[in-house]
């Protein structure tokens, strides 16, 4: 089974929700890059604090920082199985440099790129309806998957709030920025020959037995 897995797709798509359940049915770490920046963000770093000014407008963090701090990442002993990418690489540059740290760290190359397709006017309701937990960064919706008690996440009972770049005037501006930048990377990943397409227009539960059989034909 592909080890080195990203989880390609726009804001929305479902690549979070489905890279948590992979990451621990496979037993390799889910990394998700905003996950550690909304980390730093609320531990007021200053990779956070420079961080919030691009997230926060839903514009991309630079390169260069971005890279770094995924490289520092997938080095760590607990990626060295593998690891459920979510999130990063989001522009040719990422890409590009996350093929050489692969190389770099001896692990080969991308092996599977489950690619989660939804149509624009279903992103800006499962964005806008999102919620997310302050511990863990566990995600819920208000309607397509909410939790037992409002406000609260069912797993670690922490507090669910709103992301600031959830509301309606960013998430379109994310929606562009994925187009223009991101959206590059399907025909990156389909040359190398990994790109799994997968339809993210249905069921939570439906859309992870679609990656996981794509997956085991890889
Ligand atoms: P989404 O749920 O929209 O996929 P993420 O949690 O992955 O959002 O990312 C939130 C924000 O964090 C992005 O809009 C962007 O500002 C920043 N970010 C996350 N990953 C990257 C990346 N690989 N490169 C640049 N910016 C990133
Ligand atoms: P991404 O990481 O791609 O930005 P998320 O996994 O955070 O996306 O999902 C965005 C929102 O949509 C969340 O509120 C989540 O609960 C909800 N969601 C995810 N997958 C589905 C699905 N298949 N059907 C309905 N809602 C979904």
Do not use: W
Not at 21 to 32: A, D, F, T, W, Y
Request: hydrophobic share 35%; charged share 25%.
């Amino acid at each position: 089974m592909a080890k080195q897995i990203v989880m390609l797709g726009p804001p929305g798509a479902g690549k979070g929700t489905q890279a948590k359940v992979l990451s621990e049915k496979l037993g390799i770490p889910h990394v998700s890059s905003g996950d550690i920046f909304r980390e730093n963000m609320r531990e007021q770093t200053e990779l956070g604090k420079n961080a919030a000014l691009y997230i926060n407008r839903g514009e991309l963090v630079p390169d260069d920082v971005t890279i770094a701090m995924i490289s520092e990442r997938i080095s760590r002993i607990d990626c060295d199985e593998g690891v459920v990418l979510d999130g990063f690489p989001r522009t040719a540059t990422q890409a590009e440099a996350l093929d050489e740290m692969l190389g770099d760290l001896n692990k080969g190359q991308v092996d599977a790129v489950p690619c989660v397709d939804v149509p624009n006017d279903v992103l800006i309701d499962r964005l806008t309806g999102r919620r997310t937990c302050r511990a863990e960064g566990h995600i819920f919706h208000i309607m397509f998957k909410p939790p037992q008690e409002a406000g609260k996440c069912d797993i670690d009972g922490s507090e669910l709030y709103q992301r600031e770049d959830d509301t309606v005037s960013t998430v379109s501006n994310r929606i562009d920025v994925y187009q223009k930048q991101t959206q590059p990377l399907i025909d990156y990943y389909q040359q190398q020959g990994v790109l799994l397409e997968i339809n993210g227009d249905q069921p939570i539960e439906a859309v992870l037995d679609e990656i996981m059989t794509a997956l085991s034909g890889v």
